[in-house]
Structure formats: C-alpha cells, structure tokens
C-alpha cells in the first residue's frame, strides 16, 4: 500500500481538491483507496457529499474516543472509502494536550485495522499542529501541492523542517516524494518560470540524505479549471461531476503517472530482491 499525506500549510493551494481527485481517480483506475480527512474544516468530507451532523461519527471519534476506523470508514463508490471529519476535531489539540503518545494515534490505528487498500490518502490541515503530526507519523510519503506565483516557495522550507523533524523522531520511512502543481496557467511566463524554479529546486537536492532528496515535480499540471472550483458544491467529484473536463482529464493523468511509477517501483524491488 503507498500511504501519502496531502499537505500544504498555505490556504487556497488544490490541497483538499488534489485530495479529493486524486483518490477518486486512484478508485476509478480499479485501485481500492481510502481517504482520511483529518481537517477540521471537513472539506473533503462535503466534497463527496458527507454533511457533518451532530452525532455523527469522524476521524474525531478515533482520535479522541478510541474508535476503530472500521466504524467510522464510509463506501463512497465502488474501489473507493472516505474517514469524515468533522468540527469538533478543531478541539482535538487541546483534548489530546495530556495524552501519552498522542502524536502516533492515527498510526496505531491504522495498524490494527484489518482493511486492505492499495492506496491511502490523508487530506492534511492547512496547519503544523497535531493532526498534521499524526497524518504524517503514519504514513510513508508526502505529496505537496503548489501554485504557480512568485510565493509557491514561500513557507517550503517550514514545511520541510516539519517532515524532516517527523522523519527523524517518528517515522523513519516518511519521505516527501512528489510537487504536484496546481491552478496551472501554461500561457503565463510566470508558471513556467516558477514550474522551473520548483524544479531546480529540488533537482539540486537530490544528492542528499535528507527525507526530500528523492522528490520529484510530477509532469502532469493541474490546469486552472472551473469545473474543479463548483464540484464540491454538488458533493462530487471531478468524475462524477464533469468526467469530461480538463479538471477530470488531469487528475486521471496525475492518477496514471503515480500508478506507473508505482508499478516501476515494485518491478526495481522485485528485480532487487
């Protein structure tokens, strides 16, 4: 399974709407996939559809009331589950303060559920606190989202301390290993160079020991895209809202390069092995 947290601390990126397509266009590729919101705002969670009611089970209950994520995982589409959140999950910080561990829960939880996916995807906070912490100790990648202007850089090298800080103290395996780039505008001279210095960026990095040196700027751009802004608004996804539009087409094209890579990947172990 490739366990990938979707995180960027600045608002307004794709996060949740990468999130979100990505997951769907995993499930409609025939892969089993599970996405888990752990932001408060439930913004994934009302993007398929799931209004958060009062009595309603989410990521809160199995964060903060012990919960299995078996109870609280609900069938979306066909290959496809999603673990709600909700707004009580704002106030998770505060209530997990004294608990011993509280950073691992998530994982802990994960590793007792008997459920088998070939992917699963967490839907970060736009913060660096606890719940972000717990996506992060328990999964294996990080995929971050970026816009192409002159601030995508912006606030990177915080979030590169926060895995590099997680990776060294929680889990060893956690790697940043994809830039997926959003809101792309190829007419723009702007999104070219950005899309250049993103990739420099990490390109210059690679020699490194570091839990980035192996990231990578995915090929496929996620272009500017209306259909994508008023999807959510009919508690669907890019597919089931507008199969046919260039939102759809991309992330079904984001969808295949990750797949391909992947099955590249377990074909170099194999031949390692």
């Not at 606890?130 to 992060?136: E, F, G, R, V, Y």
């Not at 700027?217 to 996620?222: E, K, S």
């Amino acid at each position: 399974m490739r366990s990938i947290a979707i995180m960027n601390q600045k608002g307004g990126v794709g996060k949740t709407t990468t999130a979100v397509n990505l997951a769907a266009a995993f499930a409609t590729e025939g892969f089993r996939t599970c996405l888990i919101d752990m932001d408060p705002q439930a913004h994934a969670s009302l993007h398929f559809g799931i209004e958060p009611q009062i009595d309603m089970l989410s990521v809160y209950d199995v964060l903060v009331r012990d919960r299995p994520l078996a109870d609280v995982r609900r069938k979306i589409t066909e290959n496809l589950w999603v673990v709600p959140s909700h707004l009580d999950l704002a106030a998770a910080e505060v209530e997990l303060a004294g608990v011993v561990g509280r950073e691992v829960i998530l994982r802990d939880k994960l590793s007792e559920d008997p459920e088998k996916f070939d992917f699963l995807l967490v839907d970060c906070p736009p913060s660096l606190g606890i719940l972000t912490i717990n996506a992060l100790a328990a999964v294996n990648e990080v995929f971050i989202p970026l816009q192409p202007h002159f601030l995508a850089l912006h606030g990177l090298s915080k979030l590169l301390q926060t895995i590099e800080l997680v990776a060294k103290r929680l889990n060893s395996r956690l790697r940043l290993t994809g830039i997926i780039l959003c809101m792309f505008d190829s007419h723009t001279r702007l999104a070219l160079e950005v899309s250049e210095d993103v990739g420099a960026f990490f390109g210059n990095r690679r020699d490194g020991r570091t839990p980035w040196a192996g990231a990578q700027l995915f090929q496929t751009r996620i272009r500017r895209n209306v259909r994508l802004a008023e999807a959510p608004s009919f508690g669907q996804s890019i597919f089931q809202y507008a199969p046919d539009s260039n939102g759809a087409e991309d992330y079904r094209n984001l969808a295949r390069e990750i797949i391909a890579q992947t099955i590249q990947e377990r074909h170099h172990l194999k031949q390692a092995g």
